[in-house]
C-alpha cells in the first residue's frame, strides 16, 4: 500500500467510482419489508384474505382463526421494523427475520389460507439462510433511552394501526360508532379489554387479538429495548488523547483541524504502526469522521484502512467531512469513495494583515468606533489565565450560547479551559459600565485551538447580547494584531459552505444554473449560516482553501448531509424531554475542567 503524498496540482475532484453496498442484503432487506406489508393486509382486510378455503376455517374449533390473524398482524410489524437492519447486514435482525418468517408463513395459511402467501415468505427465507455470511454486522452504539423512543412511535404507529382493524369490518360492526368509540376501542384493546365497538359472529375475537398483539408488541420492545445490554458510543480515553497529542506536536502544523481530533466525544482508529490515526464519531448509522488523518502522510493508509474495516464490521456508512485537498485524494485513492468541494476555509497569514486600505475601510471604522465606546481587548494563552478569571469566561460562554442545542463538531473543541489544553488562545473584550453585569466587564470571547506551532484555529464566538455589534470583527483584529508577539503567523477563520458558489454567481456571467443555486443557498441562508459566514469572513481578505467531503454513492449524500447537521447539532432527533430529565453527559476526565462547550465555527 503506497504510502507516497499525492499531488497537488488539481482539486479532488474527480469521479472515483467505488465499491457499491452488497446487493444482496438491500434486496433482501426491501423484500421483508414488501412480505412485512403482505402480513399486516392480511391480518387487518377481511377481503384481502377470502378464499374458499376461509370459508372452511369458520368452523375450525376456538380460537384459532384470530389467533393466527393476530400473528400475521405481529409478524407483519415485526418485519418492517427489522427491514431496515438487514439492509445494514446487522446480524440480530437476520437472526429474528429467521424465526419470523416461518410464523408469518404459518399464519399466512391458517388464517389467509393462502399457499401463495405462505410460500412468499418461504421464498424470502430461503435467500436468508443460503446468504447468511452477508450478515455479519455488529450492533450500533445505543443507550437504554432508545426504549423511550421506541414507546412513543410504537404506541403512535399501533394507535393508527389498530384504527385500521377497528374500522376495516363495516359489514359486521353493529350500530355506527363515532371515531371517538373507535380510539377508545383501540386504546382499551391494546391494553387486554373489551372496548364499547361491538362485531357479529368471531370478527369480535379476530379485533380483539389483533389489538391485544399491537400493544404486546409495543410493550416487549420496548422490555427489550430497556433491558438489553448497552453498546455505548465510544468516546477518546485517556491514553488516546495521550497519543493523539504525540501526533499533533510532530504533525499538527499540517491540517488546522487537527486539534480538533481531541474532542472527547470522538472516537479513534490508530495506523498499525501507530504514526497516524483517524477520529471520528457515528450519528444515525454514517461513520463520520472530520478532517484529515492525524500524523504522518506516509501512515495514512493504514489508518484510513482500519477505518474502512470498522465502517464495513458494523456496516456504518463511511463519510468525511472538511478534509483538505490533500486528504481527498488519499481519501478517494486508497478507498475508491468519491469526494465533492464542500466550501472553502478562509486563512489569514498575519505578516500580510492590515487594517490600511480602501478594502478595509468597514472593518476599520468599525473597530474604531467600538474602541471609542470604551471597549478594549486582551488576547492571551489559557495557560496565563488565572483560575477564577477561567471560571468567569466558561460561566459566560455557557450561558451566552443563546439555545439549549450544543453546536459544533468538526470545527470546535467542545471545552474551554482544559489544563491539558494551555497552548489555547483566547481574546476577550471588556468594558467597564456603571452597573456591572452578572460576569463583570466581560463583553465577548473569542477562544482560538493550536495549529502546529506558528498557528491558531477560530473554535468559538460568544458575547454578550447587550453588547455593541462588531464584537467579532474587534476581538479578530485584536487577535491579528497581538500574534507577532505570540509566535503566531496564520490564523484560521470560519468555513465557509459553498463559498465558491456563492462568489461566481453573483459576478457577471454566471449562467442561470450557477445563478439558481446560489439562489437556493441565500434562501437557505435564511436558517443557516450560508451566506453571513462567507461575507463574515470575506472582510478579512483572506486566502481560501478548499475543504471536501468524501462519500460512498450519491445516494447516501441525504443521509450524510443529515448525520452531519445533527452531529453540529443543526438539527436534533431527540424527544424533547424536560430539562430536569436530560441524560447529562459525564465528565470526560476526572481532573478537567469540561462544560460541555462547542463552537458556532461550524458550518
Not at 433482501?28 to 384474505?49: S, T
Amino acid at each position: 500500500m503506497s504510502g507516497e503524498v499525492p499531488s497537488r496540482s488539481g482539486r479532488a475532484r474527480r469521479i472515483v467510482r467505488g465499491p457499491r453496498p452488497e446487493a444482496v442484503p438491500a434486496l433482501v432487506g426491501r423484500a421483508c419489508a414488501v412480505v412485512g406489508v403482505l402480513d399486516i393486509a392480511a391480518g387487518v382486510f377481511p377481503r384481502f384474505r377470502h378464499s374458499r378455503m376461509h370459508a372452511m376455517a369458520e368452523v375450525l374449533p376456538g380460537s384459532l382463526g384470530p389467533f393466527a390473524a393476530a400473528l400475521s398482524l405481529s409478524v407483519g410489524v415485526l418485519l418492517l421494523l427489522l427491514a431496515h437492519g438487514l439492509k445494514r447486514r446487522k446480524r440480530r435482525a437476520w437472526r429474528a427475520a429467521v424465526a419470523l418468517l416461518p410464523a408469518g408463513a404459518i399464519s399466512q395459511f391458517v388464517y389467509r389460507h393462502s399457499v401463495i402467501g405462505a410460500l412468499i415468505s418461504l421464498a424470502l427465507f430461503v435467500p436468508l439462510v443460503l446468504h447468511r455470511d452477508e450478515f455479519k454486522a455488529l450492533p450500533d452504539p445505543r443507550s437504554r433511552w432508545r426504549a423511550l423512543a421506541n414507546f412513543v412511535l410504537m404506541s403512535a404507529g399501533s394507535l393508527a394501526l389498530g384504527l385500521v382493524v377497528v374500522s376495516a369490518h363495516p359489514r359486521r360492526t353493529i350500530g355506527d360508532p363515532s371515531l371517538a368509540d373507535r380510539i377508545t376501542h383501540v386504546l382499551y384493546g391494546l391494553f387486554g379489554f373489551e372496548g364499547p365497538v361491538d362485531y357479529e359472529g368471531s370478527t369480535s375475537w379476530t379485533v380483539a387479538f389483533s389489538l391485544g398483539a399491537l400493544g404486546l408488541i409495543t410493550a416487549v420492545t420496548t422490555i427489550y429495548l430497556a433491558f438489553r445490554p448497552e453498546h455505548p458510543a465510544a468516546h477518546l480515553t485517556e491514553e488516546d488523547e495521550t497519543q493523539l497529542r504525540a501526533l499533533l506536536d510532530k504533525h499538527g502544523a499540517r491540517d488546522s483541524l487537527g486539534h480538533f481530533a481531541l474532542r472527547r466525544d470522538k472516537a479513534v482508529v490508530f495506523s498499525p504502526s501507530g504514526k497516524a490515526a483517524v477520529t471520528y464519531r457515528v450519528v444515525s448509522g454514517v461513520m463520520l469522521a472530520s478532517g484529515d488523518p492525524i500524523g504522518d502522510v506516509e501512515a495514512w493508509p493504514g489508518a484510513i484502512e482500519r477505518f474502512m474495516d470498522e465502517a464495513k464490521a458494523h456496516s456504518w456508512t463511511p463519510a468525511v467531512m472538511g478534509c483538505s485537498e490533500t486528504g481527498g485524494e488519499v481519501w478517494t485513492r486508497e478507498t475508491g469513495l468519491d469526494a465533492l468541494e464542500l466550501g472553502d476555509e478562509a486563512v489569514v497569514d498575519v505578516a500580510d494583515f492590515s487594517l490600511a486600505g480602501r478594502a478595509m475601510r468597514n472593518v476599520r471604522q468599525m473597530v474604531k468606533r467600538i474602541e471609542r465606546a470604551g471597549y478594549e481587548t486582551r488576547v492571551r494563552r489559557i495557560r496565563d489565565l488565572g483560575e477564577a478569571e477561567l471560571d468567569r469566561i466558561r460561566r459566560a460562554a455557557e450561558d451566552w450560547r443563546g439555545t439549549d442545542t450544543e453546536r459544533g463538531f468538526s470545527m470546535a473543541l467542545g471545552r474551554i479551559g482544559d489544563p491539558a489544553d494551555g497552548d489555547c488562545l483566547i481574546a476577550t473584550a471588556h468594558k467597564a459600565d456603571d452597573e456591572p453585569g452578572q460576569y463583570g466587564d466581560l463583553k465577548a470571547i473569542l477562544h482560538f485551538v493550536p495549529w502546529g506551532t506558528d498557528g491558531v484555529s477560530l473554535d468559538l464566538m460568544r458575547r454578550d447580547r447587550s453588547a455593541d455589534p462588531g464584537m467579532n470583527e474587534l476581538l479578530i483584529v485584536a487577535a491579528l494584531q497581538a500574534a507577532p508577539k505570540l509566535g503566531i503567523n496564520r490564523i484560521s477563520l470560519n468555513f465557509a459552505m459553498f463559498r465558491s458558489a456563492l462568489a461566481r454567481g453573483e459576478k457577471i456571467g454566471a449562467g442561470p444554473v450557477l445563478r439558481a443555486w446560489r439562489g437556493l443557498l441565500v434562501f437557505l441562508s435564511r436558517w443557516f449560516q450560508i451566506e453571513s459566514l462567507y461575507k463574515f469572513n470575506a472582510k478579512f481578505q483572506p486566502r481560501w482553501e478548499p475543504r471536501f467531503v468524501v462519500y460512498r454513492a450519491s445516494g447516501d449524500l441525504p443521509r450524510i448531509g443529515l448525520a452531519a447537521m445533527q452531529a453540529e447539532g443543526f438539527v436534533s432527533l431527540a424527544l424533547p424531554l424536560p430539562r430536569f430529565l436530560r441524560r447529562q453527559a459525564p465528565a470526560p476526565r476526572p481532573c478537567a475542567h469540561s462544560i460541555a462547550e462547542q463552537g458556532v465555527r461550524a458550518a
